[in-house]
């Protein structure tokens, strides 16, 4: 969970970090202004500020954060009452912060991979309330999920890991015009901070699971 100093200090840096935020799009073909920029600084204007709710499609694409994770819209709902947007996020586990992750050897097998996963999703999932973002609810038993996969890094020189954490963000509107700015706080604050959290504080929380009796092999959310 976050601490009081550690939301105050979110909330103080989620301008510069919704502003650093920045497209990564090798596939796409065309790129409209509203998508190369977004998400902005809640500080400033945003283009789709205000627009039909349907301008939102706009968004979907890849966003290299500065941290050096990727965030990547790929659906979007198709109005303010419809399920939330999918996204997924990449995160390479040699960022700064995951080191712990290979020294305590907690991806070297599967049962490993498995209660890492599933620690991730419940400090997700406490993390997300009361914010426009959801992962899948996890149950009592440490089961392998669908939120959070941790699978090989095949795009880097180095063998090397992946977590995927696959989640839901309800796009705000006003009726149905966008509200631009909320949007960017919760991108540039809410997410960040919730992803960033849990690989700043103790991971070792899931090495108890790791190095015990292996988890049951159980398939959950």
Do not use: N
């Not at 990564?24 to 190369?36: H, I, N, W």
């Not at 992962?135 to 890991?161: L, M």
């Amino acid at each position: 969970m976050v601490t009081a100093a550690t939301a105050a200090a979110a909330g103080e840096e989620s301008a510069a970090t919704g502003a650093a935020i920045t497209t990564d799009r090798a596939a796409s073909t065309t790129t409209s202004p509203e998508t190369a920029s977004w998400p902005t600084s809640s500080a400033t204007s945003t283009p789709l500020d205000g627009r039909s709710y349907a301008a939102y499609k706009a968004i979907v694409g890849r966003y290299r954060a500065p941290a050096g994770w990727f965030l990547h819209i790929d659906r979007v709902q198709s109005d303010p009452y419809a399920p939330p947007t999918r996204i997924h996020v990449d995160v390479p586990t040699d960022l700064h912060g995951l080191a712990l992750l290979d020294e305590a050897d907690l991806l070297a097998d599967v049962d490993r991979r498995l209660a890492v996963g599933d620690f991730l999703t419940r400090e997700l999932h406490a993390g997300f309330r009361g914010t426009a973002l959801s992962i899948a609810s996890p149950g009592q038993e440490i089961a392998e999920r669908s939120s959070i996969i941790v699978r090989p890094d095949e795009t880097g020189e180095k063998p090397g890991w992946i977590l995927e954490v696959r989640a839901r963000l309800a796009l705000p509107a006003q009726g149905r015009s966008i509200q631009g700015h909320e949007a960017s706080r919760i991108v540039g604050r809410d997410l960040v901070r919730e992803l960033e959290e849990p690989w700043t504080s103790p991971v070792s929380g899931a090495t108890g699971s790791c190095t015990t009796s292996p988890p049951s092999r159980t398939t959950g959310p």
